[in-house]
């Protein structure tokens, strides 16, 4: 497998990139800088957690390197096309077919069954999918008797599977994950979290994790920090309890983490 296969020594190649960015909101007396000139590089097949105080523009920084929301300056590229050169088409399609989310609150069709779920993304897309992919990933989140069931018959870290799936489907670049891992228990979350590390380095595939659980964090192979829209520091191979010390770094400081 690629992922295991390429030494720590070679530079991977960038999934999703921000250089210099800057993210502006408001004007005048209101005017938050909620990026203020961070570069980041989120290589291939690697699993990369963000963390920071509440505030400190972690959700910023993963709606602007997914596509969702635009750089007031610098530049924002997805597997080097850069986002700011695309119109609103090409940058759906490219977040279509590049780009899987996992949400929170999991965003599930009530109405559907998991196996539609699953394969939502690619059936609005029109395009068939990969049977075998889909097929591995079924198997890899355990849901093969729950095919047929309905989001609401699931427990929540079951559900969260399916969303895991669902992100993966269309054998996307990069998965970006916002607190996956926050509406779980500590076990559902768990399994969610070993998934998401197990799909990136299986596939080779990149995952994004927002996260403020230092436990949570400790699945990726590597964490940065962000305090009032920088990159602060990182972490590689992180621990709970390595986490946990930058954090309460912050914390000294003033910061409060969410
Ligand atoms: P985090 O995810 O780390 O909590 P955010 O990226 O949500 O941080 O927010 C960073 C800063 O930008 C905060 O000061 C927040 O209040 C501000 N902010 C975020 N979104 C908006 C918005 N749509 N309008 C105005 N300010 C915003």
Redesign the pocket.
């Known amino acids: 497998m690629s992922a295991t296969a390429t030494p720590s020594a070679v530079r991977r190649a960038s999934a999703a990139r921000v250089v210099d960015a800057v993210?502006v909101?408001?004007a005048g007396d209101?005017e938050?800088?909620?990026?203020d000139g961070i570069s980041v590089d989120f290589p291939a097949g690697r699993f990369t957690a963000v963390m920071?105080?509440?505030?400190?523009?972690?959700?910023?920084?993963?709606?602007c390197a997914a596509g969702l929301d635009t750089l007031t300056s610098g530049s924002a590229s997805i597997g080097g096309t850069e986002l700011s050169a695309l119109d609103d088409r090409s940058l759906t399609l490219l977040r279509r077919e590049r780009v899987g989310f996992v949400f929170q609150a999991f965003n599930l069709l009530p109405t559907l069954t998991v196996a539609e779920n699953i394969t939502l993304p690619l059936d609005l897309a029109g395009v068939p999918g990969d049977r075998d992919w889909i097929s591995a990933l079924v198997d890899t989140v355990g849901l093969y008797d729950r095919l047929h069931h309905r989001p609401s018959e699931l427990s929540g870290g079951q559900q969260q599977r399916v969303a895991v799936a669902r992100a993966f489907a269309g054998r996307p670049d990069i998965v970006f994950a916002d607190e996956p891992t926050g509406n779980l228990d500590s076990r559902s979350g768990e399994e969610v979290l070993q998934l998401l590390g197990d799909a990136a380095h299986r596939t080779d595939r990149t995952v994004v994790m927002?996260t403020h659980d230092p436990v949570a964090a400790a699945h990726a192979d590597e964490v940065i920090f962000?305090a009032d829209?920088r990159l602060v520091d990182h972490l590689q191979d992180p621990t709970a309890e390595r986490v946990l010390e930058r954090l309460k770094a912050f914390d000294t400081g003033g910061g409060r983490t969410?």
């Open positions: 993210k909101y408001g209101t938050v800088r909620a990026l920071g105080p509440s505030g400190s523009g972690k959700s910023t920084l993963m709606h927002v962000l829209g969410t």
